[in-house]
C-alpha cells in the first residue's frame, strides 16, 4: 500500500492521510500493490471490516456493524422499467443508515491509532451523522461543521450523537474551507470526505460487496455530489481486476440534479478546468456541492469505464423516490432516488438495452431527508382528494398479481360489498376490455389485459402527481 500523487507519481507516508501533493497539488490516493497471482484473504462474514487486507493497515477497529448491506433484485421497478437485471446497493441499511458509516469507521480508526481525540469534518449531511455515531463509539470528541441547508433528519442524528455543530456557509463548499483552516490550527484529525483519501478507501468496499453478491454488473449509477463515491465504486472494480478476482468491469454512470450539475457540465462540455455554478439549486441536498473538489476524479471514472453522465429534475428525483418506495419498499433519499430516475431516462432513450445487468447505488435513507417528510406531510392534508381506491382500482390491484374467481375476489376485498356488486364491478371492466374472463377448475376466473395494466400503471403515476 502506498499513498501517490495520482499527477506526478510522487509517494507520500501512509499517514496521515493527506489529500494533496506539496508538489505538484495533484490529488492523493491510496494505492494496492499487491502481485496478481498472491490469493486475497476476505476475513469472517460480509461487513465492512471483511476486507481489511486490501485497506490502508488499521491497528484498533472502531465498529457498529457497518457494511454488509443487502443487495436487492429490484423486479417490479424492473419490470416497470422493461429491464431484467436491476438491482439496489442498499446502503440505508448500515447503523447511521447511509453509505457513510464505511467511511466514519475507517476514519475513527485511523484517528484513534494515530491518537488524537478529536475529529473535525464538513458534511452535507450523511458523513457528519456517521462520524458523530462512530465518535460517540471510540470517546472522541467530533466537530461538525455544516452548510444552511442540511436535512433536518441528519442534523438530528449529530445532535443525539453528541455532536459539536457549528453552521458555515451557504453550501458545503464553504464549509470545507473552514473545516480545513479549523484543521491546520488546531491539529485536529482531518474527517473531511474531500480533504482525506481514506474515504475513497472505504467507499471502494461497496464495489467488493457488490461483486460477492452479484458480480461485476454490465451498469453502476451513482449520484454524484463531490464526485468521490463514484471514483470509489470504479477503484473498487478496478483493483478487483488488477488483483485477477474478476475479468469485467462496469461502466460507471454519474448522475446530477438539474439545478446542480458541475461535474456534468464538465464533463459534456469537455472543459480542462472544472465548471463552477454559481447559485446551485437542488432539493437533492446530500448532492448539492457547487465546486466539487473531487469533481475530477468522477471525470475519470466516468471516463476511463466508457460510462455515461446526465442530470435528472427535482421532481423526476421525487417521482422515482415514491416509485422506489412503493414498489420496492425502500425509504431512499432524493440524492440516491436520482439513480432510478436516471436509469428510467437511458431506458428510454435506448442507451440501456432491455438485458443489461444495472445497479443503482441508495446511499441514504428517507427518512433524514428535509423535503420528502414536508412533502408527505402535505399530502396527508390534501388526501381524498383522489387519493381514495376506487373498488375498480382495487379489483384490477389485485389482479395484476394473480388471477382468481368472484368469491375469492370478494374474500379479499374484504367482504364490505355485497357478491353482486362484486360481479357488477367485473361486468364493467370486463366490457371496457381491462379485464377477460375464463373457465378453470369449474370457475370463472378473471385475468388483467394489456390494457388494464397500462390504466393501472397511469393511476400510479396520476398519484404520483399528487
Ligand atoms: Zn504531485
Not at 494533496?20 to 462474514?45: D, H, M, T, V
Not at 456557509?169 to 479549523?182: K, M, N, P, Q, Y
Not at 438539474?258 to 454559481?278: F, N
Not at 427535482?314 to 436516471?342: H, M, R, V, W, Y
Amino acid at each position: 500500500m502506498s499513498l501517490k500523487c495520482v499527477q506526478c507519481g510522487l509517494k507520500f507516508p501512509l499517514y496521515p492521510p493527506k489529500n494533496k501533493c506539496e508538489k505538484c497539488g495533484g490529488a492523493l490516493q491510496y494505492e494496492i500493490n499487491l502481485p496478481k497471482s498472491r490469493k486475497i484473504k476476505f476475513f469472517g462474514k460480509l461487513r465492512f471490516w471483511r476486507y481489511r487486507s486490501l485497506l490502508p493497515p488499521i491497528e484498533n477497529i472502531v465498529s457498529l456493524g457497518e457494511g454488509g448491506t443487502p443487495l436487492h433484485k429490484a423486479e417490479r421497478l424492473a419490470e416497470r422499467l422493461g429491464l431484467r437485471e436491476l438491482y439496489l446497493k442498499d446502503e440505508t441499511r448500515n447503523p447511521t443508515n447511509s453509505f457513510r458509516d464505511r467511511a466514519a469507521a475507517l476514519l475513527t480508526s485511523n484517528a484513534i491509532d494515530l491518537k488524537h481525540d478529536t475529529i473535525i469534518c464538513a458534511t452535507n449531511g450523511n458523513l457528519g451523522a456517521s462520524l458523530a455515531a462512530y465518535s460517540a463509539k471510540a470517546g472522541l470528541i467530533c466537530h461538525v461543521i455544516v452548510p444552511k441547508f442540511v436535512d433536518v433528519g441528519k442534523l438530528a442524528q449529530m445532535l443525539v450523537y453528541d455532536a459539536v455543530i457549528e453552521e458555515f456557509g451557504e453550501t458545503v463548499d464553504d464549509s470545507i474551507g473552514r473545516a480545513e483552516a479549523l484543521a491546520d490550527e488546531t491539529g485536529w484529525y482531518q474527517a473531511t470526505a474531500e480533504l482525506n483519501p481514506l474515504v475513497i478507501e472505504a467507499q471502494k468496499t461497496i464495489a467488493y460487496e457488490v461483486y460477492e453478491q452479484f458480480g461485476v454488473p454490465d451498469w453502476f449509477i451513482v449520484s454524484m455530489g463531490g464526485g468521490g463515491t463514484t471514483y470509489s465504486i470504479w477503484k473498487g472494480f478496478k483493483e478487483l481486476k488488477q488483483l485477477g478476482i474478476t475479468k469485467s468491469l462496469p461502466k460507471m454512470i454519474g448522475v446530477q440534479p438539474e439545478g446542480c450539475a458541475p461535474i456534468v457540465k464538465t464533463l459534456v462540455q469537455d472543459r480542462s478546468e472544472p465548471i463552477k455554478i454559481a447559485k446551485p439549486f437542488t432539493r437533492a441536498l446530500a448532492v448539492l456541492v457547487a465546486n466539487p473538489i473531487q469533481g475530477e476524479l468522477a471525470i475519470k471514472a466516468i471516463k476511463e469505464s466508457e460510462g455515461l453522465t446526465l442530470t435528472v429534475s427535482d421532481s423526476e428525483i421525487f417521482t422515482a423516490e415514491l416509485q422506489i418506495a412503493k414498489l420496492e419498499g425502500i425509504f431512499a433519499e432524493p440524492a440516491s432516488s436520482a439513480t432510478i430516475a436516471t436509469l428510467k431516462k437511458l431506458v428510454k432513450d435506448g442507451n440501456i438495452s432491455k438485458n443489461d445487468s444495472i445497479v443503482c447505488l441508495i446511499t441514504g435513507s428517507g427518512l433524514k431527508a428535509t423535503d420528502i417528510l414536508q412533502a408527505l406531510t402535505k399530502k396527508q392534508k390534501t388526501a381524498g382528494i383522489g387519493l381514495e381506491i376506487s373498488t375498480k382500482e382495487k379489483i384490477l390491484r389485485i389482479l395484476s398479481r394473480k388471477d382468481t374467481y368472484g368469491y375469492d375476489l370478494w374474500k379479499k376485498l374484504g367482504k364490505t360489498m355485497t357478491r353482486s356488486a362484486i360481479y357488477q364491478h367485473l361486468n364493467k371492466l370486463s366490457e371496457k376490455g381491462l379485464i377477460a374472463g375464463y373457465a378453470k377448475n369449474g370457475k370463472k376466473f378473471f385475468k388483467i389485459t394489456q390494457r388494464g395494466k397500462k390504466v393501472l400503471h397511469a393511476i400510479d403515476d396520476l398519484k404520483l402527481l399528487m
